[in-house]
Nanobody, 127 residues
Framework: QVQLVESGGGLVQAGGSLRLSCLAS????????MAWFRQAPGKEREFVAA????????YYADSVKGRFTISRDNAKNTVYLQMHSLKPEDTAVYYC????????????????????WGQGTQVTVSS
């Protein structure tokens, strides 16, 4: 059974930092693109960041560019999202996602491209 399990969410003050982790189990994702999306109350799920299977390419939403960093450790089957300078508007449930296709090169920004999803972890940024 394939599972993506997020951790590291919590409550932080504006300007603070958090590091999210996503541990994959049930199969290796070392050849799959992975991403982070988020969903705030009453809003649609939106793209945050993605990383290619090799880690050589990364992609970010304009709203988080320069503040968030996505990385991966294929040996640990884990992807990370380091978040700095957090803002109240970053408050959301953050979801980890992975493609099912190996060596994926496509539209990293579209949630439709990701077949595997975690349950999410809440990030709350207080002002």
């Amino acid at each position: 059974q394939v599972q993506l399990v997020e951790s590291g969410g919590g409550l932080v003050q504006a300007g603070g930092s958090l590091r999210l982790s996503c541990l994959a189990s049930g199969r290796t994702f070392s050849r799959n693109a992975m991403a982070w999306f988020r969903q705030a109350p009453g809003k649609e799920r939106e793209f945050v960041a993605a990383i290619s299977w090799s880690g050589g390419s990364t992609y970010y939403a304009d709203s988080v560019k320069g503040r968030f960093t996505i990385s991966r450790d294929n040996a640990k089957n884990t992807v990370y999202l380091q978040m700095h300078s957090l803002k109240p508007e970053d408050t959301a449930v953050y979801y980890c996602a992975a493609t099912s296709r190996a060596y994926y090169t496509g539209n990293y920004y579209s949630l439709m491209e990701y077949e595997y999803w975690g349950q999410g972890t809440q990030v709350t940024v207080s002002s």
